[in-house]
Antibody, heavy 118, light 107 residues
Framework: EVQLVESGGGLVKPGGSLRLSCATSGLAFRYYTMNWVRQAPGKGLEWVSSISDSGHHIYYADSVKGRFTISRDNANNSLYLQMNSLRAEDTAVYYC???????????WGQGTLVTVSS | DIQMTQSPSSLSASVGDRVTITCRASQNINNYLNWYQQKPGKAPKLLISAASTLQSGVPSRFSGSGSGTDFTLTISSLQPEDFATYYCQQTYSTLRTFGHGTKVEIK
């Protein structure tokens, strides 16, 4: 059975940091690009970041570049998102997702809520 | 960045109706276009990849078409379980972008 389970969300003050984790099983993690996608309350989906299977190719949305860092541990089938200098506009549910064929995301986690507020 | 413009932003339809949602890219993306369905409180579900490839297990009433900059998602006969929000996504660029979504509501 395929599972992606995000954790690490919570309430943080503006300027603070959080580290999200995505623990996976059953999806051959080491062979696939992984993505983080977020959704602000009542809003649409926003792609945040991608990391290639090897970890050598990393991309970020302009809105988080320089503040967020994506990483992965293929030995432990886990994906991470280090979020620094958090802003109110980073408040969202954060999803991890597997990307297949270099293009579409077929498996998604259930999401973890990050709330940035004083 | 490549901008994705979806229309309409919302629509009301009845069970059995044919529904069409369009997505326009700000530049040529060949067929690097996906469609997702999302229901409240749930993660998105991949419906169609590469503009027209139906994912396994997705009902055949869903279809996708288009190439270049203009794309369409069609639901041939709307069913009660299809009321949801639909998003297009381009993956031509390494900076992936989504459309703003189309909410399909019950008339």
């Amino acid at each position: 059975e395929v599972q992606l389970v995000e954790s690490g969300g919570g309430l943080v003050k503006p300027g603070g940091s959080l580290r999200l984790s995505c623990a996976t099983s059953g999806l051959a993690f080491r062979y696939y690009t992984m993505n983080w996608v977020r959704q602000a309350p009542g809003k649409g989906l926003e792609w945040v970041s991608s990391i290639s299977d090897s970890g050598h190719h990393i991309y970020y949305a302009d809105s988080v570049k320089g503040r967020f860092t994506i990483s992965r541990d293929n030995a432990n089938n886990s994906l991470y998102l280090q979020m620094n200098s958090l802003r109110a506009e980073d408040t969202a549910v954060y999803y991890c997702a597997r990307e297949i064929g270099g293009s579409s995301s077929d498996y998604w986690g259930q999401g973890t809520l990050v709330t940035v507020s004083s | 960045d490549i901008q994705m413009t979806q229309s309409p932003s919302s629509l009301s339809a009845s069970v059995g109706d044919r529904v069409t949602i369009t997505c326009r890219a700000s530049q040529n993306i060949n067929n690097y276009l996906n469609w997702y369905q999302q229901k409240p409180g749930k993660a998105p579900k991949l419906l169609i990849s590469a503009a027209s490839t139906l994912q396994s297990g997705v009902p055949s009433r869903f279809s996708g078409s288009g190439s270049g900059t203009d794309f369409t998602l069609t639901i041939s006969s709307l069913q009660p379980e299809d009321f949801a929000t639909y998003y297009c996504q381009q993956t031509y660029s390494t900076l992936r972008t989504f459309g703003h979504g189309t909410k399909v509501e019950i008339k």
